[in-house]
């Protein structure tokens, strides 16, 4: 089973950095495309930045100019570096990524979207 592991989420003041780690495990044939989304409560998830692999790279209009989303493809592993953070930007921080997997039975690739279980980033003013 493909899993997306995050990690570097945490509490910080405004105008301070962050950067997150999310890697991507299992039985992974290739990952496609990786990114990031984020979510208040009672709101509906945001568009942080993806990033296909192929040096094609998307914000959300609300991080342009702060958040840079990078990757490491021979570890499966994608960054997302954020600086100069508002307390606006405090939520839930998901990866998401597009991973093909090898299946067994059939021994042709099969592509699916997988997603992390989150890690908060809270900034204070």
């Known amino acids: 089973q493909v899993q997306l592991v995050e990690s570097g989420g945490g509490q910080v003041q405004a105008g301070g950095s962050l950067r997150l780690t999310c890697e991507a495990s299992?039985?992974?044939?290739?990952?496609?495309?990786m990114g990031w989304y984020r979510q208040v409560p009672g709101k509906p998830r945001e568009l942080v930045a993806t990033n296909n692999g192929a040096g094609v790279k998307n914000y959300g209009d609300a991080v342009k100019g702060r958040f840079s989303i990078s990757r490491d493809n021979s570890k499966n592993t994608a960054y997302l570096q954020m600086d100069n953070l508002r307390p606006g930007d405090t939520a839930a921080y998901y990866c998401?990524?597009?991973?093909?997997?090898?299946?067994?039975?059939?021994?042709?690739?099969?592509?699916?979207?997988?997603w992390g279980r989150g890690t908060q980033v809270t900034v204070s003013s």
């Open positions: 299992g039985p992974v044939l290739e990952v496609i495309t």
């Open positions: 998401t990524a597009d991973v093909a997997v090898l299946v067994p039975r059939t021994g042709k690739p099969s592509r699916s979207n997988y």
